[in-house]
Protein backbone atom coordinates (compact mmCIF):
# COMPACT_ATOMS: atom_id res chain seq x y z
CA UNK A 1 0.00 0.00 0.00
CA UNK A 2 1.12 3.52 -0.74
CA UNK A 3 1.40 6.27 1.45
CA UNK A 4 -1.88 8.03 0.80
CA UNK A 5 -3.69 4.90 1.42
CA UNK A 6 -1.70 4.46 5.11
CA UNK A 7 -2.44 7.85 6.09
CA UNK A 8 -6.10 7.08 5.26
CA UNK A 9 -6.17 4.08 7.10
CA UNK A 10 -4.51 5.65 10.40
CA UNK A 11 -7.31 7.97 10.47
CA UNK A 12 -10.02 5.78 10.42
CA UNK A 13 -8.45 3.28 12.41
CA UNK A 14 -8.00 4.87 15.73
CA UNK A 15 -6.13 3.87 18.68
CA UNK A 16 -6.00 5.06 22.27
CA UNK A 17 -1.82 4.08 22.71
CA UNK A 18 0.75 5.10 20.65
CA UNK A 19 4.94 3.88 21.57
CA UNK A 20 6.73 7.77 22.64
CA UNK A 21 10.03 6.39 20.62
CA UNK A 22 8.36 4.24 17.51
CA UNK A 23 5.06 6.79 17.19
CA UNK A 24 4.10 5.19 13.68
CA UNK A 25 3.31 2.01 15.43
CA UNK A 26 0.28 0.76 13.39
CA UNK A 27 -1.03 -2.42 15.13
CA UNK A 28 -1.71 -4.91 12.35
CA UNK A 29 -4.01 -6.51 14.19
CA UNK A 30 -6.06 -3.34 14.23
CA UNK A 31 -6.13 -3.75 10.01
CA UNK A 32 -7.01 -7.11 10.43
CA UNK A 33 -10.16 -6.85 12.92
CA UNK A 34 -11.10 -3.64 10.37
CA UNK A 35 -10.84 -5.31 7.18
CA UNK A 36 -12.74 -8.15 8.57
CA UNK A 37 -15.43 -6.34 9.97
CA UNK A 38 -15.87 -4.24 6.12
CA UNK A 39 -15.65 -7.68 4.03
CA UNK A 40 -17.89 -9.41 6.16
CA UNK A 41 -20.58 -7.36 4.83
CA UNK A 42 -20.40 -8.90 1.43
CA UNK A 43 -19.67 -12.77 1.85
CA UNK A 44 -17.29 -13.03 -0.41
CA UNK A 45 -14.86 -15.60 0.75
CA UNK A 46 -11.13 -17.18 0.11
CA UNK A 47 -9.30 -20.14 1.20
CA UNK A 48 -6.03 -20.71 2.32
CA UNK A 49 -4.58 -24.00 3.10
CA UNK A 50 -1.06 -24.49 4.37
CA UNK A 51 0.66 -28.47 4.11
CA UNK A 52 4.01 -29.17 6.15
CA UNK A 53 5.30 -32.33 7.59
CA UNK A 54 3.96 -35.38 7.44
CA UNK A 55 0.66 -34.25 5.02
CA UNK A 56 -0.42 -32.58 7.93
CA UNK A 57 -2.68 -29.39 6.60
CA UNK A 58 -3.82 -26.18 8.82
CA UNK A 59 -6.84 -24.07 6.83
CA UNK A 60 -8.35 -20.98 6.98
CA UNK A 61 -11.15 -19.06 5.34
CA UNK A 62 -11.56 -15.12 5.20
CA UNK A 63 -13.90 -12.89 3.24
CA UNK A 64 -12.84 -10.14 1.37
CA UNK A 65 -13.52 -7.06 -0.22
CA UNK A 66 -15.13 -7.08 -3.64
CA UNK A 67 -12.02 -6.55 -6.39
CA UNK A 68 -12.22 -2.94 -7.53
CA UNK A 69 -9.57 -0.35 -8.09
CA UNK A 70 -10.24 1.62 -4.61
CA UNK A 71 -10.27 -2.07 -2.70
CA UNK A 72 -7.61 -4.34 -4.42
CA UNK A 73 -4.29 -2.67 -2.45
CA UNK A 74 -6.24 -2.99 0.77
CA UNK A 75 -7.14 -6.83 -0.12
CA UNK A 76 -3.55 -7.78 -1.57
CA UNK A 77 -2.30 -6.29 1.76
CA UNK A 78 -4.35 -8.22 3.55
CA UNK A 79 -4.02 -11.48 2.27
CA UNK A 80 -0.42 -11.48 1.74
CA UNK A 81 -0.09 -10.73 5.60
CA UNK A 82 -2.67 -12.68 6.80
CA UNK A 83 -0.80 -15.81 4.91
CA UNK A 84 2.60 -14.68 6.03
CA UNK A 85 1.43 -14.78 9.75
CA UNK A 86 -0.05 -18.22 9.37
CA UNK A 87 2.72 -19.30 7.45
CA UNK A 88 4.93 -18.89 10.25
CA UNK A 89 2.26 -19.58 13.11
CA UNK A 90 1.41 -23.14 11.56
CA UNK A 91 4.42 -23.58 9.16
CA UNK A 92 4.53 -25.20 4.86
CA UNK A 93 5.81 -26.12 2.17
CA UNK A 94 2.88 -25.79 0.26
CA UNK A 95 -0.07 -22.94 -0.01
CA UNK A 96 -3.68 -23.92 -1.63
CA UNK A 97 -5.21 -21.23 -2.46
CA UNK A 98 -9.07 -20.70 -3.40
CA UNK A 99 -9.95 -17.38 -4.79
CA UNK A 100 -9.82 -14.23 -7.01
CA UNK A 101 -7.66 -14.96 -10.19
CA UNK A 102 -5.60 -11.62 -9.32
CA UNK A 103 -4.86 -12.31 -5.51
CA UNK A 104 -3.58 -15.64 -6.39
CA UNK A 105 -1.18 -14.43 -9.11
CA UNK A 106 -0.25 -12.01 -6.77
CA UNK A 107 0.32 -14.98 -4.57
CA UNK A 108 2.97 -16.65 -6.96
CA UNK A 109 4.78 -13.46 -7.07
CA UNK A 110 5.24 -12.63 -3.78
CA UNK A 111 5.92 -16.67 -2.52
CA UNK A 112 8.86 -17.20 -4.80
CA UNK A 113 12.56 -17.54 -4.93
CA UNK A 114 12.79 -13.76 -6.11
CA UNK A 115 9.62 -12.59 -4.46
CA UNK A 116 9.01 -10.36 -1.64
CA UNK A 117 8.59 -13.34 0.26
CA UNK A 118 12.10 -15.08 -0.75
CA UNK A 119 13.30 -15.42 2.42
CA UNK A 120 10.41 -16.71 3.76
CA UNK A 121 9.93 -19.23 0.84
CA UNK A 122 13.58 -20.02 1.41
CA UNK A 123 13.31 -20.80 4.88
CA UNK A 124 10.06 -23.11 4.59
CA UNK A 125 11.75 -25.06 1.47
CA UNK A 126 15.04 -25.73 4.08
CA UNK A 127 12.56 -26.81 7.27
CA UNK A 128 10.33 -29.17 5.06
CA UNK A 129 13.11 -30.14 2.79
CA UNK A 130 10.79 -29.47 -0.44
CA UNK A 131 10.19 -26.96 -2.90
CA UNK A 132 8.14 -24.28 -1.69
CA UNK A 133 4.75 -24.04 -3.86
CA UNK A 134 1.41 -21.60 -4.52
CA UNK A 135 -1.51 -23.80 -5.40
CA UNK A 136 -4.84 -22.59 -6.89
CA UNK A 137 -7.52 -25.27 -6.38
CA UNK A 138 -11.17 -25.70 -6.75
CA UNK A 139 -13.15 -26.28 -4.43
CA UNK A 140 -13.55 -30.03 -4.50
CA UNK A 141 -10.32 -30.12 -4.53
CA UNK A 142 -9.61 -28.06 -1.37
CA UNK A 143 -7.55 -30.36 1.41
CA UNK A 144 -9.07 -31.12 4.10
CA UNK A 145 -7.37 -29.98 7.70
CA UNK A 146 -5.07 -32.45 9.43
CA UNK A 147 -3.68 -31.52 12.46
CA UNK A 148 -1.62 -33.58 15.19
CA UNK A 149 -1.21 -32.86 18.36
CA UNK A 150 2.17 -33.75 20.70
CA UNK A 151 2.17 -34.82 24.07
CA UNK A 152 5.28 -33.19 25.68
CA UNK A 153 6.24 -32.33 29.10
CA UNK A 154 5.26 -32.33 32.75
CA UNK A 155 7.96 -35.49 33.38
CA UNK A 156 9.35 -35.13 37.09
CA UNK A 157 10.13 -38.91 37.64
CA UNK A 158 13.82 -39.61 37.81
CA UNK A 159 16.82 -37.65 37.34
CA UNK A 160 16.66 -35.14 34.58
CA UNK A 161 19.00 -32.47 32.59
CA UNK A 162 17.13 -29.32 31.21
CA UNK A 163 19.04 -26.70 29.17
CA UNK A 164 17.72 -23.26 27.56
CA UNK A 165 19.94 -21.95 24.74
CA UNK A 166 20.13 -18.08 24.56
CA UNK A 167 22.25 -15.90 22.10
CA UNK A 168 24.45 -14.48 24.64
CA UNK A 169 23.73 -17.50 27.66
CA UNK A 170 22.67 -20.70 28.35
CA UNK A 171 20.97 -22.08 31.24
CA UNK A 172 21.37 -25.71 32.26
CA UNK A 173 19.44 -27.48 35.79
CA UNK A 174 18.95 -30.29 37.17
CA UNK A 175 16.06 -32.64 38.41
CA UNK A 176 15.79 -34.93 41.07
CA UNK A 177 12.23 -36.32 40.68
CA UNK A 178 10.81 -32.65 40.53
CA UNK A 179 13.11 -31.08 42.63
CA UNK A 180 15.73 -28.53 41.11
CA UNK A 181 19.34 -29.30 42.65
CA UNK A 182 21.44 -26.73 40.17
CA UNK A 183 20.25 -24.60 37.74
CA UNK A 184 23.06 -21.84 36.25
CA UNK A 185 23.68 -19.59 33.77
CA UNK A 186 26.80 -19.62 31.53
CA UNK A 187 27.83 -16.62 29.01
CA UNK A 188 28.75 -18.02 25.72
CA UNK A 189 29.10 -16.40 22.10
CA UNK A 190 27.42 -18.72 19.76
CA UNK A 191 26.52 -16.81 17.20
CA UNK A 192 29.86 -15.58 15.96
CA UNK A 193 31.43 -19.27 15.85
CA UNK A 194 31.64 -21.07 12.54
CA UNK A 195 33.22 -24.00 14.26
CA UNK A 196 30.27 -25.71 15.28
CA UNK A 197 32.56 -27.71 18.13
CA UNK A 198 31.83 -24.89 19.91
CA UNK A 199 28.76 -25.05 20.73
CA UNK A 200 28.67 -28.74 21.02
CA UNK A 201 31.83 -28.32 23.78
CA UNK A 202 29.94 -25.56 25.68
CA UNK A 203 26.72 -27.83 25.94
CA UNK A 204 28.00 -30.87 26.99
CA UNK A 205 30.23 -29.03 29.36
CA UNK A 206 27.28 -27.40 31.49
CA UNK A 207 25.33 -30.49 30.78
CA UNK A 208 27.68 -32.50 32.67
CA UNK A 209 28.55 -30.03 35.57
CA UNK A 210 24.65 -29.98 36.05
CA UNK A 211 24.74 -33.80 36.06
CA UNK A 212 27.45 -33.63 39.05
CA UNK A 213 24.66 -32.39 41.42
CA UNK A 214 22.73 -36.02 40.48
CA UNK A 215 23.66 -39.67 41.35
CA UNK A 216 22.54 -40.45 37.62
CA UNK A 217 21.14 -39.39 34.51
CA UNK A 218 17.97 -40.83 33.45
CA UNK A 219 16.70 -38.14 30.71
CA UNK A 220 17.48 -34.74 29.13
CA UNK A 221 15.36 -32.49 27.83
CA UNK A 222 16.17 -28.97 25.71
CA UNK A 223 14.74 -25.33 24.83
CA UNK A 224 16.18 -23.44 21.78
CA UNK A 225 15.99 -20.65 19.53
CA UNK A 226 15.23 -22.23 16.02
CA UNK A 227 13.17 -24.86 14.45
CA UNK A 228 13.85 -28.70 14.79
CA UNK A 229 12.21 -31.32 13.92
CA UNK A 230 12.99 -34.70 15.15
CA UNK A 231 16.05 -33.48 17.06
CA UNK A 232 17.32 -32.30 13.88
CA UNK A 233 18.26 -28.58 13.44
CA UNK A 234 16.20 -27.45 10.61
CA UNK A 235 17.15 -23.36 10.89
CA UNK A 236 18.88 -21.61 14.57
CA UNK A 237 20.10 -18.25 14.59
CA UNK A 238 22.87 -19.48 16.90
CA UNK A 239 24.36 -21.36 14.11
CA UNK A 240 24.43 -18.17 11.76
CA UNK A 241 28.07 -17.97 11.86
CA UNK A 242 28.58 -21.57 10.81
CA UNK A 243 29.43 -22.00 6.88
CA UNK A 244 26.00 -24.49 5.09
CA UNK A 245 28.43 -27.26 4.53
CA UNK A 246 29.40 -27.49 7.66
CA UNK A 247 25.84 -27.04 9.14
CA UNK A 248 24.54 -30.08 7.14
CA UNK A 249 27.40 -32.27 7.67
CA UNK A 250 28.01 -30.86 11.78
CA UNK A 251 24.93 -29.15 12.72
CA UNK A 252 21.75 -30.74 11.46
CA UNK A 253 22.78 -33.63 13.58
CA UNK A 254 24.17 -32.45 16.54
CA UNK A 255 21.66 -33.00 18.69
CA UNK A 256 21.33 -36.78 17.90
CA UNK A 257 25.12 -37.17 18.64
CA UNK A 258 24.44 -35.58 21.85
CA UNK A 259 21.78 -38.50 22.88
CA UNK A 260 23.93 -40.91 21.53
CA UNK A 261 26.82 -39.80 23.96
CA UNK A 262 24.69 -39.55 26.75
CA UNK A 263 22.47 -42.76 25.83
CA UNK A 264 19.53 -41.50 27.69
CA UNK A 265 15.82 -39.96 26.04
CA UNK A 266 17.60 -36.87 24.93
CA UNK A 267 14.31 -34.03 22.99
CA UNK A 268 15.29 -30.37 21.66
CA UNK A 269 12.05 -28.24 20.92
CA UNK A 270 11.74 -24.60 19.99
CA UNK A 271 12.09 -22.71 23.01
CA UNK A 272 8.81 -21.32 22.45
CA UNK A 273 6.82 -24.57 22.82
CA UNK A 274 9.12 -24.24 26.25
CA UNK A 275 7.89 -21.28 26.84
CA UNK A 276 4.31 -22.53 27.01
CA UNK A 277 5.18 -25.77 28.66
CA UNK A 278 6.58 -23.45 31.40
CA UNK A 279 3.94 -21.50 31.93
CA UNK A 280 1.41 -24.61 31.76
CA UNK A 281 3.35 -26.13 34.60
CA UNK A 282 3.46 -23.07 36.73
CA UNK A 283 -0.18 -21.89 36.44
CA UNK A 284 -1.51 -25.48 36.27
CA UNK A 285 -3.99 -24.28 33.48
CA UNK A 286 -4.63 -24.94 29.78
CA UNK A 287 -4.47 -22.45 26.85
CA UNK A 288 -1.16 -20.75 27.18
CA UNK A 289 0.75 -18.48 24.67
CA UNK A 290 4.22 -17.89 25.57
CA UNK A 291 6.39 -15.03 24.58
CA UNK A 292 9.85 -15.30 25.09
CA UNK A 293 12.01 -11.91 24.86
CA UNK A 294 15.63 -12.40 24.24
CA UNK A 295 17.93 -12.44 21.52
CA UNK A 296 14.61 -13.19 19.20
CA UNK A 297 11.14 -13.49 19.84
CA UNK A 298 9.94 -16.75 20.50
CA UNK A 299 6.49 -18.55 20.50
CA UNK A 300 4.68 -21.45 21.89
CA UNK A 301 1.50 -22.58 22.31
CA UNK A 302 -0.52 -24.93 24.82
CA UNK A 303 -4.02 -25.26 23.80
CA UNK A 304 -6.82 -25.62 25.88
CA UNK A 305 -6.78 -29.78 26.37
CA UNK A 306 -3.12 -29.46 27.83
CA UNK A 307 -1.23 -30.57 24.46
CA UNK A 308 1.47 -28.81 21.77
CA UNK A 309 -0.32 -28.34 18.72
CA UNK A 310 2.96 -29.07 16.39
CA UNK A 311 2.88 -25.67 15.03
CA UNK A 312 5.33 -24.07 14.01
CA UNK A 313 5.26 -20.96 16.35
CA UNK A 314 7.92 -18.64 14.81
CA UNK A 315 6.43 -15.49 15.80
CA UNK A 316 9.80 -13.72 15.51
CA UNK A 317 9.47 -13.57 11.69
CA UNK A 318 5.60 -13.26 11.82
CA UNK A 319 4.19 -9.87 10.84
CA UNK A 320 2.91 -7.17 13.79
CA UNK A 321 3.50 -3.87 12.26
CA UNK A 322 1.58 -2.35 9.37
CA UNK A 323 3.95 0.65 9.45
CA UNK A 324 6.06 0.34 6.12
CA UNK A 325 8.56 2.28 7.13
CA UNK A 326 9.37 0.07 10.16
CA UNK A 327 12.70 -1.10 11.28
CA UNK A 328 14.05 -3.74 9.43
CA UNK A 329 14.44 -7.44 11.82
CA UNK A 330 18.73 -7.92 10.75
CA UNK A 331 17.84 -11.72 9.69
CA UNK A 332 15.36 -12.25 7.44
CA UNK A 333 15.53 -8.38 5.88
CA UNK A 334 11.76 -7.63 6.41
CA UNK A 335 9.92 -5.06 8.34
CA UNK A 336 7.19 -4.76 11.12
CA UNK A 337 7.96 -8.83 12.29
CA UNK A 338 7.77 -9.64 15.67
CA UNK A 339 11.96 -10.08 16.44
CA UNK A 340 11.99 -6.23 15.83
CA UNK A 341 9.72 -5.56 18.66
CA UNK A 342 9.75 -8.44 21.63
CA UNK A 343 13.80 -8.89 22.08
CA UNK A 344 17.15 -7.12 22.41
CA UNK A 345 16.28 -5.63 19.08
CA UNK A 346 13.53 -3.87 20.37
CA UNK A 347 15.50 -2.49 22.93
CA UNK A 348 17.87 -1.52 20.93
CA UNK A 349 16.01 0.15 18.06
CA UNK A 350 14.12 2.10 20.96
CA UNK A 351 16.85 3.37 23.04
CA UNK A 352 18.28 4.88 19.41
CA UNK A 353 15.33 6.70 19.08
CA UNK A 354 15.39 7.72 22.72
CA UNK A 355 18.69 9.39 22.21
CA UNK A 356 21.23 6.46 23.64
CA UNK A 357 24.53 5.79 21.92
CA UNK A 358 26.51 2.84 22.40
CA UNK A 359 30.02 2.14 21.42
CA UNK A 360 29.71 -0.59 17.87
CA UNK A 361 31.56 -2.95 19.75
CA UNK A 362 29.34 -3.35 22.38
CA UNK A 363 26.54 -5.77 21.48
CA UNK A 364 23.12 -5.97 21.82
CA UNK A 365 22.97 -8.15 25.16
CA UNK A 366 25.71 -5.27 27.02
CA UNK A 367 23.13 -2.74 25.68
CA UNK A 368 20.03 -4.48 27.26
CA UNK A 369 21.67 -4.50 30.57
CA UNK A 370 22.63 -0.98 30.17
CA UNK A 371 18.98 0.45 29.51
CA UNK A 372 17.66 -2.01 32.26
CA UNK A 373 20.31 -0.63 34.90
CA UNK A 374 19.29 2.48 34.11
CA UNK A 375 15.93 1.61 34.24
CA UNK A 376 16.33 0.19 37.90
CA UNK A 377 17.42 3.95 38.90
CA UNK A 378 13.97 5.60 37.35
CA UNK A 379 15.78 7.22 34.07
CA UNK A 380 12.89 8.27 32.05
CA UNK A 381 14.20 7.56 28.62
CA UNK A 382 15.30 4.25 29.72
CA UNK A 383 11.83 3.39 31.76
CA UNK A 384 10.16 4.34 28.36
CA UNK A 385 11.24 2.41 26.30
CA UNK A 386 10.08 -0.38 28.56
CA UNK A 387 6.60 0.96 28.77
CA UNK A 388 6.85 1.01 24.59
CA UNK A 389 7.03 -2.68 24.42
CA UNK A 390 4.66 -2.93 26.64
CA UNK A 391 2.30 -0.78 24.20
CA UNK A 392 3.79 -2.99 21.26
CA UNK A 393 2.32 -6.20 23.63
CA UNK A 394 -1.06 -4.47 24.03
CA UNK A 395 -1.51 -4.55 20.82
CA UNK A 396 0.29 -7.65 19.91
CA UNK A 397 -1.81 -9.35 21.91
CA UNK A 398 -4.78 -8.84 20.23
CA UNK A 399 -3.88 -9.52 16.77
CA UNK A 400 -2.40 -12.94 18.23
CA UNK A 401 -6.17 -13.47 19.53
CA UNK A 402 -6.94 -13.47 16.06
CA UNK A 403 -5.05 -16.49 15.65
CA UNK A 404 -4.76 -18.18 18.98
CA UNK A 405 -7.39 -19.35 21.77
CA UNK A 406 -5.58 -18.38 24.91
CA UNK A 407 -6.56 -17.50 28.49
CA UNK A 408 -3.24 -16.69 29.81
CA UNK A 409 -0.27 -14.66 27.80
CA UNK A 410 2.94 -15.82 29.38
CA UNK A 411 6.40 -13.70 29.19
CA UNK A 412 9.46 -14.31 29.71
CA UNK A 413 13.29 -13.55 29.02
CA UNK A 414 15.70 -11.47 29.22
CA UNK A 415 14.47 -8.46 28.21
CA UNK A 416 11.24 -8.87 30.87
CA UNK A 417 14.24 -9.39 33.55
CA UNK A 418 14.03 -6.54 36.29
CA UNK A 419 11.81 -3.78 36.80
CA UNK A 420 11.07 -3.87 32.78
CA UNK A 421 9.55 -6.66 32.80
CA UNK A 422 6.76 -5.34 35.12
CA UNK A 423 6.72 -2.54 33.23
CA UNK A 424 6.14 -4.48 29.63
CA UNK A 425 3.34 -5.98 32.06
CA UNK A 426 2.11 -2.83 33.21
CA UNK A 427 1.82 -1.15 30.28
CA UNK A 428 0.38 -4.27 28.17
CA UNK A 429 -2.68 -4.46 30.23
CA UNK A 430 -3.64 -0.62 30.24
CA UNK A 431 -3.59 -1.41 26.25
CA UNK A 432 -5.71 -4.16 26.82
CA UNK A 433 -8.41 -2.98 28.99
CA UNK A 434 -8.70 0.52 26.98
CA UNK A 435 -8.72 -0.54 23.61
CA UNK A 436 -10.08 -4.33 23.74
CA UNK A 437 -12.23 -4.54 27.23
CA UNK A 438 -13.59 -8.19 25.97
CA UNK A 439 -9.89 -9.24 25.78
CA UNK A 440 -9.18 -7.80 28.89
CA UNK A 441 -12.03 -10.13 30.62
CA UNK A 442 -10.68 -13.66 28.79
CA UNK A 443 -6.78 -13.38 29.11
CA UNK A 444 -4.55 -12.21 31.44
CA UNK A 445 -0.82 -11.68 31.38
CA UNK A 446 1.97 -13.60 33.89
CA UNK A 447 5.04 -12.31 34.53
CA UNK A 448 6.93 -15.24 36.47
CA UNK A 449 9.31 -14.23 39.65
CA UNK A 450 12.85 -13.45 38.55
CA UNK A 451 14.55 -16.61 38.95
CA UNK A 452 11.86 -18.62 36.62
CA UNK A 453 11.99 -15.69 34.04
CA UNK A 454 15.71 -16.37 33.80
CA UNK A 455 16.06 -20.37 34.48
CA UNK A 456 12.38 -21.27 34.31
CA UNK A 457 12.65 -22.17 30.95
CA UNK A 458 15.94 -25.32 31.36
CA UNK A 459 13.39 -26.69 34.47
CA UNK A 460 10.64 -26.88 31.99
CA UNK A 461 12.94 -28.48 29.24
CA UNK A 462 14.13 -31.44 31.38
CA UNK A 463 10.88 -32.32 32.26
CA UNK A 464 10.31 -33.13 28.00
CA UNK A 465 11.05 -36.46 27.60
CA UNK A 466 9.67 -39.53 29.01
CA UNK A 467 12.14 -42.27 30.67
CA UNK A 468 13.09 -45.20 29.16
CA UNK A 469 10.51 -48.66 30.04
Given at each position: ??????????????????????PYFFPLGLFFAWYQQKASKYGLGVKIGL?????????????????????????????????????????????????????????????????????????????????????????????????????????????????????????????????????????????????????????????????????????????????????????????????????????????????????????????????????????????VLGIAMGSSEAGGYLNREGHLPGWLDELAFAPVDLNPEA???????????????????????????????????????????????????????????????????????????????????????????????????????????????????????????????????????????????
Amino acid sequence: MNADVIDNLRREISHGFRPVYDPYFFPLGLFFAWYQQKASKYGLGVKIGLERENHLISTWQSCILPINSSTISLTLTYIEKLIKFILWQKGGWKIYFQGPEIIYAYLRNQFCAMGERKFDVHLMSTVYEKPFEVLMVENSDFPEPRESQLILGGNFDGCRLGFDLGASDFKVAALNNGQVTFSEEISWNPQEQPDPSYHYEHIQAGLRKAASYLPKVEAIGGSAAGIYINNQVRIASLFRAVPKDVFEKKVRNLFLEMRKEWGVPFLVINDGEVTALAGHLSLNQPAVLGIAMGSSEAGGYLNREGHLPGWLDELAFAPVDLNPEAALDEWSGDRGVGAVYFSQQAVDKLAFSAGFRFPEEKKLPERLKEVQALTEKGDDRAVQIFQDIGVYLGYTAHLYSLFYDYNNLMILGRVTSGKGGELIKQQAEKVISQDFPELARKIKIHLLDEKSRRVGQAVAAATLPGLKK
